[in-house]
């Protein structure tokens, strides 16, 4: 099935800073989801997007449904160690049934 | 709320056994349950989508006689790995979308396989 690419494929930074992530699509989505996965865990949702140009957050994150709704972007301000893990990417289309589609993963590494 | 449960969390067994997954949604009902299959470092590969009470739709590639998923009620489905083999060793997720809900998916905290 279709992936999303999802980038960086990795980070590494010093605890304080803020992160960027995004993830685009060749398909429109009608919904975006951001979820973080510990190693050896499921992923936990964070961020649920539902409409073109919508802004969300929680806590530290901050979320962004792209205006042409084919990308989102996952912002993390001031870093902590515990926000180690991978981010995953997730778009929804109605067109494409129940299916979602996930990025391909960015590795956070917080440097204390 | 939107808890997933799954059941085992690790699991080894023998070559050419069957191993059943089991998956709960704790604190909503889920009409619909998909199942995943990570490998270290990469993304989650959809498998299968269940909707409770009927047939599971299979990805394709994924043989449907080899896992077999039943999705028996709004809070359970099913992963059965029939016959299994040292390649089908991986980290199993499922996930489930309430039925009263949006689009989101809760998942599981998966079920590491290791087949010997």
């Known amino acids: 099935g279709q992936q999303l690419n999802q980038s960086p494929q990795s980070m590494f930074i010093q605890e304080g800073e803020d992160v960027s992530m995004n993830c685009t699509s060749s398909s429109i989505f009608n919904t975006w989801l951001w979820y973080k996965q510990d190693p050896g865990e499921g992923p936990v949702l964070l961020i649920a997007?539902?409409?073109?140009?919508e802004l969300t957050s929680n806590g530290r994150l901050t979320a962004q449904f792209g205006i042409t709704r084919k990308d989102s972007f996952l912002n993390i301000s001031a870093s902590i160690p515990s926000d180690v893990g991978i981010y995953f990417c997730?778009?929804?289309?109605?067109?494409?049934?129940?299916?979602?589609?996930f990025g391909t993963g960015t590795s956070l590494t917080v440097i204390p | 709320g939107a808890v997933v449960s799954q059941h085992p969390s690790w699991v080894i067994c023998k070559s050419g056994t069957s191993v059943k997954i089991e998956c709960r949604s704790l604190d909503f009902q889920a009409t619909t349950m998909f199942w995943y299959r990570q490998f270290p470092k990469q993304s989650l590969m959809l498998m299968a989508t269940?909707?409770?009470?009927?047939?599971?739709?299979?990805e394709q590639g994924v043989e449907k006689d080899k896992f077999l998923i039943n999705h028996a009620s709004l809070t359970l489905s099913t992963l059965t790995v029939t016959s299994a083999h040292p390649e089908d060793s991986s980290f199993y997720i499922c996930?489930?979308?309430?039925?009263?809900?949006?689009?989101?998916?809760?998942f599981g905290p998966g079920t590491r396989l290791t087949v010997t």
């Open positions: 269940s909707n409770e009470g009927s047939k599971a739709t299979y």
């Open positions: 996930s489930a979308r309430s039925a009263s809900g949006g689009y989101e998916q809760y």
């Open positions: 997730a778009g929804h289309s109605v067109a494409t049934g129940n299916q979602f589609y």
């Open positions: 997007l539902y409409k073109a140009g």
